[in-house]
């Protein structure tokens, strides 16, 4: 997990957090000291850390991850960048392998829901993973954060979210949320995406264009990639 807000989230639950990144960015560094959490670091030759071994990249921790877990998060994708290597059957058979029986992989992925990047991605994961759950962070078709959660299990919610929210007096807007935000692909021309035959980044260059703008409009030019 290298999203704070994810983290933060899961330690404030009491859920162990192991975070993987490849450099050393001092955030980086302060996330892994808050949360008391091994931090999987290699920019260098691999060299132990914390008695784990340190990685160079996510996929190199997916491939060698001896480990299991609840939950995976990938969230490597920005507007602009796109390791396109964590986008492939392969790495999401790296990831599920990671997981425990019934563990969730969620992918966090920018892009319109009526494109063809997202059919692909969904189509890509739909290849290993037999449940998906898609949200989206709008209800438009516009270029925007889609969640794509996928499991070897039918993908529910345990509604810890009514905590925040104060019990279970109130309306429960989170569930409403993600009736209405819940979203699948309105196209058939998705490509499964292997290590091979990965044509992502082309796919989605017009895309990262419109994210980029849209970043611009909304927060201003200095939060976009320079």
Known sequence: VTNRAAARALARRGCPVVL??????PEAAALAAEFRAPLHLAPQPAQPLGGNEA???GR??????????DFCVIDTYSGD???????????????????????????NFIGSPAGRPFACIY??????????????????DDVQTLTLFASDRPIT???????????TGGPDTVSLAIRQ?????????GLVLTDER?????????????????????????????
């Not at 396109?84 to 563990?103: I, N, R």
């Not at 189509?123 to 438009?140: D, I, K, N, Y």
């Not at 989605?204 to 409009?217: H, L």
């Open 20 to 25: 993987v990144d490849d450099a050393y960015p």
């Open 55 to 57: 990685v160079a990249d």
């Open 60 to 69: 190199r921790f997916l491939e060698r991850c001896e480990t299991q877990y």
């Open 81 to 107: 960048g796109f390791p396109f290597w964590m986008a492939t059957a392969e790495c999401f058979a790296s990831a599920k392998a990671v997981l425990k029986p019934g563990g969730v992989l969620a992918v």
């Open 123 to 140: 189509r890509t994961l739909g290849e290993v993973f037999p449940q998906l759950l898609v949200l989206r962070a709008e209800e438009s």
């Open 157 to 167: 919610f345990n509604k810890g979210w009514l905590d925040d929210l104060g019990g």
């Open 181 to 189: 935000l819940a979203v699948v692909p309105s196209r058939a021309d």
């Open 198 to 226: 990965n044509p992502i980044d082309f796919l989605r260059a017009s895309e990262a264009v419109r994210w980029r703008n849209r970043t611009a409009e909304r927060i201003g030019t200095k939060a976009t990639f320079q």
